[in-house]
């Protein structure tokens, strides 16, 4: 490979070796070793949380996504991070990641650090707008010297320069500062800009004010001079802080994306707040005229609020990617383990694997499902069809890597009429799945996986269903139970659990699962319900890991098709 170069020619990039052209770069290779930061981590060698295929720096804190986007053939993730420790602290930078297929990425130079008077702190989340032109801006939350919270611009050096390297802050910052009535720590994580039908550009900030949290609307003509609008654009009084709103609109009709200024009857808009520690959201209608959001129902700070997830999963953001017309989620799960523990590896939280979002075709939710380019790390796949699980039965997936996996299963069940009754209406189905885990025997139920398992089962991460009947429909409950995760004391081992929206009459019982060392993503439903872990097995790492299927209810359930596949390592910063 010596004599090999990587060649950035405009938007196209592609590895030369003694002249000739061998590969364009859907990801990058060593090869490159004058642009990016190699890795050079100081992280210990035995690392066995560490992800495969999943985002994370080198070393060092990760949290919130800012400012994704696909800019002239490439994608860009830029992330909360201390370069300075595995905790969170005063200093905080943009990192910037790029990548040509959303899982392998390379690393790049900080894009934004701490450096002047309206950002002396730290530079906190935000977003970038691309504007008319093609011309990417971001704007972020600076921490001032004086900690308080403002909103400032920076553009890109050299909007010529395919990675976007170099970011320069504008003089004029801050563009916005925390107005009357606003506490200068509730002021912060501007959204991606849109574009109103008479072309002003408007921008909500996440706050709290006056017991309500709120998405506080901005309006500019030139991106520069910002006014507060009169009203936020959507206030609610069952929350807290939000952080990180996102507001963005969803095709009626298709699961493609649009871009985040189309407001026409094919669309519904989504608010997103992120009130610690779950990522909420309501759908509805954007009147542009009035500047209101309206929600088909307020949130009501009940464990009916719709989650983007229902375990672990902070922060998201999503992007519009005009590359394949989808909307895009990444966010932020951070660890369940000690800050001690984090200390030790050297480094603390993760991205989810990127999400494409759409409305589900009722109009009601979101559906999630893994971005494409993830399949393309699918290895030595094993299959079963039609095999009955009988109660209290447990059978092994072998032939793949059970720490680092991807699973695809659908679970018939042939006899719902004697599934047992359930009013759900008073229960909260994160409570249900805590008291009714998988060691207790129901009807249809509990059954799924039993991921990052020992052989003998004393290690387990149950992800399972139960299925109820009730008037007039069925209630289907999907659990991620992390009670015997590890035999390691200290971790965060709460129980996840939350309903899918299904008729089981209609469609099978559908799980996907990734499983990547410490982190399992869940997907019941087509992705209509999704719950992600952080678990930290003493003995089921690496090799001792192993996966099952169990069915510990009294009726047996049929697994009509199981697709389990190894998941290569992706090349990640
Ligand atoms: C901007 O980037 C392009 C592409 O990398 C490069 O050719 C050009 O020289 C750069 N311009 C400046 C002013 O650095
Ligand atoms: C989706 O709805 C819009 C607006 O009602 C309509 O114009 C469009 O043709 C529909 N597309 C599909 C694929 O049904
Ligand atoms: C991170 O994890 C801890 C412990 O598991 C949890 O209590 C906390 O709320 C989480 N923070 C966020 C912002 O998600
Ligand atoms: C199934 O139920 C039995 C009896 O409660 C329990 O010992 C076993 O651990 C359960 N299996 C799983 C996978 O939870």
Known sequence: MDKSLLLFVGISCFLLINGVKVEDCDFLTETDNTRFQLFQASVPEEQPYRTAYHFQPPKNWLNDPNGPMYYNGVYHLFYQHNPHSALFGDGMVWAHS??????????????LVPSEPFDAISCWSGSVTILPGNKPVILYTGIDANY????????PKNRSDPLLIEWVKYSGNPLMTPPKGVDGDNFRDPTTAWQGPDGTWKVVIGSYSNNQGMAIL?????????TMHRDPLYSASKTQMWECPDFFPVS??????????????????????????????????YDTEQEKFLPDADFTGTSSDLRIDYGKFYASKTFFDSKRNRRILWAWVNESDSSEDDIQKGWSGLQAIPRQIWLDRAGKQLVQWPVEELNNLRDNQVYVYGKQ????????????TASQADIEINFELPKLEEAEFMDTILVDPQLICDRQDS???????????????????TEQTAVFFRVFRGDNRYVVLMCSEQKRSSLR????????????????????????TLIDHSIIESFGGEGRTCITARVYPKLAINNEAHLFAFNNGTLSVTISSLHAWSMNKARVN
């Not at 308080?148 to 553009?155: C, D, F, I, S």
């Not at 901005?218 to 910002?226: A, L």
């Not at 298709?254 to 989504?270: I, M, Y």
């Not at 060691?439 to 089962?457: E, H, I, M, N, Q």
Request: charged share 20%; glycine share 6%.
């Open 439 to 457: 060691s207790v025997t129901g009807k249809y139920g509990p059954f799924g996986l039993l991921a990052l398992a020992t052989k003998d089962l």
């Open 148 to 155: 308080n919270q403002v909103q400032n611009l920076a553009t």
């Open 98 to 111: 790029a990548s040509y297929d959303l899982i392998n990425w390379f690393s790049l130079d900080h894009a």
């Open 389 to 400: 699980l009988e109660s209290g039965s447990v059978f092994e997936v072998s032939g793949i």
């Open 252 to 285: 009626i009709n298709s699961t493609n994306g649009v871009d985040t200024s189309v407001a026409n009857p094919s669309v519904r808009h989504v608010m997103k707040a992120s009130v610690n520690p779950h990522d909420y959201y309501i759908v509805g209608t």
């Open 489 to 512: 004391d200290n971790l965060d081992k709460t129980t996840y659990g939350a309903f899918v929206d299904i008729d089981p009459r209609q469609e099978m019982v559908s799980l996907r």
């Open 218 to 226: 901005y309006q500019s003509e030139d991106f520069v001079h910002w």
